[in-house]
């Protein structure tokens, strides 16, 4: 399977945006599906994932409460719907795809496929 993120832009604080991640085939192939993100001079930052079977989700803290991730099975799509969005949210977002165990879904080594990131800007 092969990802495309879309959705990135230039906003304002404390405006929103949603992300979009299109996974290609017929079917999704992995558990798991995860959003990343990687800013100039940091490492790579677990965002959120989604059990791609059952839905079940987890989030960093630090964008637990502003950011929902969700999936839509029948169009083989995930989302990061983003709100209230902060300058130090800019970044160029990732998403991935895996079969982690769950207890490894923070690490960006066990998922097997990315797609090129989108560039999320926010200007305060």
């Known amino acids: 399977v092969q990802l495309q993120a879309s959705g990135g832009g230039l906003v304002q604080a404390g405006d929103s945006l949603r992300l979009s991640c299109t996974a290609s085939?017929?079917?999704?192939?992995?558990?798991?599906m995860g959003w990343f993100r990687r800013t100039p001079g940091k490492e790579d930052e677990f965002l959120a994932v989604?059990?791609?079977?059952?839905?079940?989700?987890a989030y960093a803290d630090a964008v637990k409460g502003r950011f929902t991730i969700s999936r839509d099975k029948s169009k083989n799509v995930g989302y990061l719907e983003m709100n209230t969005l902060k300058p130090e949210d800019t970044a160029t977002y990732y998403c991935?795809?895996?079969?982690?165990?769950?207890?490894?879904?923070?690490?960006?080594?066990?998922?097997?496929?990315w797609g090129p990131g989108t560039l999320v800007t926010v200007s305060s």
């Open positions: 085939g017929r079917t999704f192939g992995y558990n798991v």
């Open positions: 991935a795809a895996g079969s982690p165990n769950w207890g490894s879904i923070r690490s960006t080594g066990m998922y097997r496929t």
């Open positions: 989604i059990r791609w079977n059952g839905g079940i989700t």
